[in-house]
Nanobody, 117 residues
């Protein structure tokens, strides 16, 4: 079992930056691949970025490539999502999740990101 708590969301203007954090507690953090998801009103949840257990392999959705960066600090049990050049279409609830054996099993409660034009 692992508990995840996101922070860092807020209201920003287009072009601004935000850094989201996801702090994990419970079982060994480094055992899990980690992902950031988002869900906008009326839309399905989508995977924004993920990172392998050791941090060496990452994935980004096409919509955020070159603007977002995922990283992790296994010593601090934390995964980050640096979001630059934010757009109104990035507005959503952002959640982190931990994957075990290829399946996202544990989820945080989410943090709201709102980008005004």
């Amino acid at each position: 079992q692992v508990q995840l708590v996101e922070s860092g969301g807020g209201l920003v203007q287009a072009g601004d930056s935000l850094r989201l954090s996801c702090a994990a507690s419970g079982r060994t953090f480094s055992s899990y691949a980690m992902g950031w998801f988002r869900q906008a009103p009326g839309k399905e949840r989508e995977l924004v970025a993920d990172i392998a257990r050791g941090g060496g392999i990452t994935y980004y959705a096409d919509s955020v490539k070159a603007r977002f960066s995922i990283s992790r600090d296994n010593a601090k049990n934390t995964v980050y999502l640096q979001m630059n050049s934010l757009k109104p279409e990035d507005t959503a609830v952002y959640s982190c999740a931990a994957a075990y054996r290829g399946e996202y099993k544990y989820w945080g409660q989410g943090t709201q990101v709102t980008v005004s034009s």
